[in-house]
Antibody, heavy 119, light 107 residues
């Protein structure tokens, strides 16, 4: 059974930093690109970042480029999202997602971890 | 980026009735279109990919159609567990983008 469990969310002030983690199990982790997708309270879904199976290729939405860094540790079956220079508009539930195939449509999602940026 | 527009925002349907949800792309996405279901407290669920292929374990009452810029998700006979928010998402053009969602509620 595929499982994705996010952690690391919290409440912090604008300008702060946070690192999210997503622990994966139930599939060959290194064989899949992984993505982070977020959902602001009461809003729709926004793709944030993706990373290749090897970790050698990373991609970001324009809204987070230069502030967020995605990485992975295939020995730990974990993908990370380092979030710096946080803004109020980054407040959201952050999901990690495994693609069905390729990169950008996802057949398994975690339950999400909430990040709240507020002064 | 490709803007995905879903309609209606809210659809009120009685159990057992048919629900038809629409999704329009601002430019062609070929058949690279997925539909997801979101229910409170549950993980997002992939329903349809490739515009019309049912994901693993998805009941046959869910079907998708369309290509290019216009897509439809049809739920042939709504069950109580189908009342949820549905999102379309294109993955043909970078970055991948989602529609704003259609809430299917009990009439």
């Amino acid at each position: 059974e595929v499982k994705l469990v996010e952690s690391g969310g919290g409440l912090l002030q604008p300008g702060g930093s946070l690192r999210l983690s997503c622990a994966a199990s139930g599939f060959t982790f290194s064989s899949y690109a992984m993505s982070w997708v977020r959902q602001a309270p009461g809003k729709g879904l926004e793709w944030v970042s993706g990373i290749s199976g090897s970790g050698g290729a990373t991609y970001y939405a324009d809204s987070v480029k230069g502030r967020f860094t995605v990485s992975r540790d295939n020995s730990k079956n974990t993908v990370y999202l380092q979030m710096d220079s946080l803004r109020a508009e980054d407040t959201a539930l952050y999901y990690c997602a495994k693609p069905r195939s390729g990169w950008y449509h996802w057949d398994h999602w975690g339950q999400g971890t909430l990040v709240t940026v507020s002064s | 980026e490709t803007v995905m527009t879903q309609s209606p925002a809210t659809l009120s349907v009685s159990p057992g009735e048919r629900a038809t949800l629409s999704c329009r792309a601002s430019q062609s996405v070929s058949s690279s279109l997925a539909w997801y279901q979101q229910k409170p407290g549950q993980a997002l669920r992939l329903l349809i990919y490739g515009a019309s292929t049912g994901a693993t374990g998805i009941p046959a009452r869910f079907s998708g159609s369309g290509s290019g810029t216009d897509f439809t998700l049809t739920i042939s006979s709504l069950q109580s567990e189908d009342f949820a928010v549905y999102y379309c998402q294109q993955y043909n053009n970078w970055p991948p983008t989602f529609g704003q969602g259609t809430k299917v509620e009990i009439k």
